[in-house]
């Protein structure tokens, strides 16, 4: 009996089908991504108020001077780095460490792990109205500070206190998140760099050291860029919780871009705002890839 050879199979995708498949995002990327960057970026060179488009006219880098000259720019940003610094490195620190314990096999370990990422899937804007009731001159923080002896305050309504308390809220809400991602990283290092530290006498802190954190940078890097980017981008929680007060003490750069575009029509001072902002953010980010750089770079 004899076999017929069949013929190869033609296959099954295309690079027309495969297009075809990948069309519904790339129109969704193309018309909420690509066209408002681009749009915004012609609006930074132009004087635009949405109510009034017949008055557009272009003045190139007028809305870019304005910004640099304007204090309230550099009031928000001050702010928004202060923000960031003061968030980032505890956010990554409490995540880590976390991470580490959780890793370690402990009585009601997935319990612990899903408590701790419950708040990061939680509305921002539901975190924003609770802690702005817990914050409040009645609220359970100042009963706790009454139970110390302290005296009660408005926690929002004080300059010195007020991004302080947007902070602590922001780094309990985000430290789960990055807590997963920490465990994920931990649970791909081989066992067997931790039997070896063993028997090299390694204690803990040892074994933390030349072990876990070399194997984490690049989970590490991650974290700390997209914390980094997120931070700089806080909006929701000043909009929810200070709108930017007392005495502008919470303006961050976002808050005061939504103010000049959406509240002032100003759409090309904003837009330029927006584009400064993506210069800070991406010099950050190229400062953090180079001192935390992986692979090659990083074994030299």
Request: proline fraction near 6%.
């Amino acid at each position: 009996m004899t076999l017929r050879a069949r013929s190869n199979p033609r296959p099954i995708h295309s690079g027309r089908s495969t297009l075809t498949f990948l069309s519904p995002w790339l129109v969704s990327f193309g018309l909420f991504w690509l066209f408002p960057l681009a749009f915004s970026l012609v609006l930074s060179f132009m004087e635009f108020n949405p109510l009034r488009p017949d008055l557009a006219r272009f003045v190139g880098l007028a809305n870019f001077g304005a910004a640099v000259g304007d204090p309230l720019f550099w009031t928000s940003l001050r702010n928004t780095l202060v923000f960031v610094v003061g968030t980032v490195p505890v956010t990554t620190l409490i995540a880590f460490f976390l991470a580490v314990a959780l890793n370690r096999k402990i009585p009601f370990r997935s319990f612990y792990r899903a408590g701790f990422f419950v708040p990061s899937i939680v509305s921002v804007v539901v975190i924003s109205i609770v802690f702005k009731q817990l914050y409040s001159p009645a609220g359970l923080v100042n009963k706790v500070v009454e139970l110390f002896g302290g005296d009660p305050r408005s926690w929002l309504g004080e300059p010195g206190t007020a991004l302080l308390s947007i902070m602590a809220m922001d780094v309990w809400s985000s430290f789960g998140y990055y807590t997963i991602l920490f465990l994920a990283g931990l649970q791909g290092i081989p066992p067997e760099l931790y039997e070896a530290a063993v028997l090299d006498g390694s204690g803990f802190w040892g074994t933390l050291r030349f072990v876990t954190v070399p194997m984490l940078r690049p989970i590490t890097l991650f974290v700390v860029v997209i914390n980094t980017i997120r931070s700089f981008q806080i909006f929701i929680e000043i909009f929810v919780m200070t709108r930017g007060g007392p005495l502008n003490s919470t303006l961050t750069s976002v808050f005061y871009l939504y103010d000049r575009a959406f509240y002032r029509f100003e759409m090309g001072y904003a837009s330029a705002v927006g584009y400064l902002l993506f210069a800070v953010i991406m010099a950050f980010s190229f400062l953090q890839m180079r001192y935390l750089r992986v692979g090659r770079g990083a074994a030299e």
